[in-house]
């Protein structure tokens, strides 16, 4: 048995799961996102879990805005369309073979119970024992969700800032021949 860290990228918690099969359990709720980390060597390395092959994050979702979120699974993509974030004319890159397709063409999704769900219906028939719990979850998925996508946006801003120092970096090691200090 080999046991799996993932590090999520929203507040550097640090969860253990005890085997593989829980932590695609947890890829397969839609609970781990394209920025976290996962260790399977005690936390000596991190690698992003969309680089874990078991955890099949293989499509980009081309948002709305054009942004794109990614790679993720079909989970997350199934939870952005029940909670309204995207519909299903949104664009999905499979990033193992390059294609692109609308949501509503794929076979997988026209197969797929979820895609006649919506963020009214989503929690209709869980068991749940209140509504103010399912109130409560919703609130809280949705506010998960939207500070997902403004780290997502912080993240890509970091990027261009850092290209743009690198640029200004080589500008001025070329141009005086030495390094800033």
């Not at 390395?45 to 874990?52: E, H, V």
């Not at 506010?143 to 780290?151: D, G, S």
Request: proline share 4%.
């Amino acid at each position: 048995m080999h046991t799996w860290y993932l590090l999520k990228a929203s507040d550097k918690e640090i969860y253990e799961a005890k085997d593989l099969e829980t932590l695609r359990g947890w890829a397969a709720d839609a609970k781990i996102s394209p920025l976290d980390k996962i260790s399977s060597d005690n936390r000596m390395s991190w690698q992003r879990a969309p680089m874990i092959a078991e955890l099949q994050m293989d499509f980009l979702v081309q948002m709305p805005d054009n942004y794109l979120y990614g790679p993720t699974n079909v989970a997350t993509i199934q939870e952005f369309l029940a909670t309204g974030e995207i519909d299903e004319t949104v664009t999905i890159i499979n990033c193992l073979d390059n294609s692109e397709a609308r949501l509503v063409d794929l076979s997988w999704f026209q197969a797929s119970p979820h895609h006649v769900r919506s963020a009214a219906t989503t929690f209709i028939g869980t068991g749940r024992p209140d509504d103010k719990a399912v109130v409560g979850d919703v609130m809280q998925q949705s506010r998960i969700a939207m500070l997902e996508k403004q780290v997502m946006e912080l993240q890509r801003v970091v990027d261009e800032w850092q290209q743009a120092y690198n640029g200004l970096r080589q500008q001025f090691v070329e141009s005086t021949g030495r390094e800033p200090m």
